[in-house]
């Protein structure tokens, strides 16, 4: 087991028997449909929120992540044809500065860095293909040190939690492309094998999506976009190769229509992990759609997954996240500019809506950070 991943997760379990060891924090929302990423400061105690920030910018905004350290974020962004990653500097007050524009193949998808902050990989859904570019003093630059086609709908790029292996999911081909990381250099080589099959195209749920990999365990998880559903694979840490060991529904048994899952986060500690759902379904009017996000315990030692509820979420959930204390999830609806909030019960993972807010126009990605206010 690596110690510096069993010490994280130590910690998340210690932020969670202490919940004021997160002094403050903001929940940051990018709006496509605006040109604007929005920041929302959280009540520690309540999980509400109040708008504190609104940063502008010259282009469309799309996903969001941070710097290892928290220093710094980095947006995908799209305008008129171009797409590019924006470097913002979060201030101690969590407002946000722009830093440097980089130029990108195509729209950046999903986004994630190294462990050590100078590289950030990419994938771009349209293109089919996967890119690293370098950072140099934390600004990312247009500089690409890796960039290599897959296949169409390379949805999701992430690393492993030693940082050597890198998975990519692809959803229309039904496969998690695998690589190993090259850390001195920003490469990427395929591993043997160079992909895994996602469940059977003739099961209800396939064509994995979102990846997250267990904080302790040797274990990941991907969300099922076709038809709604997680599956759970064993992780090899010597090969960096996956295993699909099962996959379930996120659906409720009643849910009748077209269903299509998108985002899956898992709390700090591991205990729990969600995925969100969108209703695809075309409705009369008075039939309401049924979007939701679905919650799955974790055993602590094996990783079984087991169905904790499904709960109603705001139209067309892409992008959903956890808080930094594993208490709190915030899900925004795409179509509807509307955030919901929720508490997570810690002995049952079952999550209680509490507030609606209002928020911008097409919510594609959402993140939790602290600051030092």
């Not at 903001?26 to 604007?36: C, D, I, R």
């Not at 924006?86 to 524009?101: P, V």
Request: aromatic share 10%.
């Amino acid at each position: 087991m690596n110690i510096r991943f069993l010490n994280i997760t130590l910690l998340a379990f210690a932020v969670l028997a202490n919940p004021c060891a997160f002094s403050s924090q903001l929940l940051y929302v990018s709006s496509s449909g605006e040109n604007t990423i929005l920041a929302y400061a959280v009540n520690q105690e309540t999980g509400e929120l109040a708008l504190k920030f609104k940063t502008g910018l010259s282009s469309s905004p799309g996903f969001i992540t941070f710097s290892p350290d928290g220093r710094l974020m980095y947006v995908g962004t799209h305008e008129d044809g171009a797409a590019g990653v924006a470097t913002l500097q979060r201030n101690d007050d969590g407002s946000l500065s722009l830093e440097g524009q980089a130029q990108a193949t195509s729209s950046c998808t999903y986004m994630s860095t190294d462990k050590a902050g100078q590289f950030l990989l990419a994938c771009h859904y349209s293109a089919g293909e996967i890119s690293i570019y370098r950072i140099v003093d934390g600004i990312c630059t247009s500089e690409m040190t890796e960039h290599k086609k897959t296949e169409h709908t390379a949805h999701c790029i992430e690393l492993d939690p030693s940082g050597r292996f890198v998975f990519v999911p692809h959803t229309s081909p039904n496969k998690v492309y695998q690589f190993r990381f090259n850390a001195q250099d920003g490469t990427l080589t395929p591993n043997d094998p160079p992909f895994v099959e996602g469940p059977d195209k003739n099961h209800r749920y396939h064509e994995p999506r979102h990846y997250v990999h267990h904080p302790v365990l040797d274990m990941a998880y991907t969300s099922s976009e076709f038809g709604g559903g997680i599956t759970a694979w064993k992780f090899d840490p010597v090969t960096g190769t996956l295993k699909r060991l099962k996959t379930l529904s996120t659906l409720r048994p009643q849910s009748v229509g077209k269903f299509y899952a998108a985002d899956i986060w898992m709390t700090p500690n591991g205990r729990f992990a969600y995925v969100s759902n969108r209703d695809q379904t075309p409705r009369e009017p008075g039939d309401p759609k049924q979007d939701s996000l679905a919650g799955f315990s974790l055993d602590s030692k094996t990783g079984e997954m087991t169905a904790v509820g499904s709960f109603p979420a705001p139209n067309e959930p892409y992008a959903f996240c956890i808080d930094r204390s594993g208490r709190f999830v915030y899900s925004a609806g795409t179509s509807t500019s509307t955030l919901f909030a929720y508490r997570i019960d810690q002995q049952t993972g079952r999550l209680t809506h509490f507030a609606t807010y209002p928020t911008g126009k097409g919510t594609v990605s959402l993140i939790c950070g602290d600051t030092k206010e």
